[in-house]
């Protein structure tokens, strides 16, 4: 069953990576959808893709790469489709 979660990811998530490695991630999964930095210092994705993909790219966030240090990551489900690749978005 394909779902779409919106992801927001808190703590020391910007100028680490975080980005690239998720979209990397995702990419190796078959996830589709965006990443992109917020202004507030979060992280914030939407990933579409079977809910197993998906429930492996949440467990990911809460660890992150190497030097991010991660708070929180919140899930909610979205009704906004993704798209067809996994894309970086600029900061919002």
């Given at each position: 069953?394909?779902?779409?979660?919106?992801?927001?990811?808190?703590?020391?998530?910007?100028?680490?990576?975080?980005?690239?490695?998720?979209?990397?991630?995702?990419?190796?999964?078959?996830?589709?959808?965006?990443?992109?930095?917020?202004?507030?210092?979060?992280?914030?994705?939407?990933?579409?893709?079977?809910?197993?993909?998906?429930?492996?790219?949440v467990a990911w966030c809460?660890?992150?790469?190497?030097?991010?240090?991660?708070?929180?990551?919140?899930?909610?489900?979205?009704?906004?489709?993704?798209?067809?690749?996994?894309?970086l978005r600029p900061t919002?």
């Amino acid at each position: 069953m394909t779902a779409t979660f919106r992801l927001r990811v808190t703590g020391r998530v910007q100028g680490v990576g975080f980005r690239e490695a998720l979209r990397a991630e995702a990419l190796h999964l078959g996830v589709t959808g965006w990443v992109r930095n917020r202004r507030d210092g979060s992280v914030e994705a939407l990933i579409q893709g079977e809910v197993a993909q998906l429930e492996a790219i949440v467990a990911w966030c809460r660890r992150g790469p190497p030097a991010a240090r991660v708070a929180d990551v919140e899930v909610h489900a979205s009704a906004i489709e993704a798209g067809a690749s996994f894309e970086l978005r600029p900061t919002d």
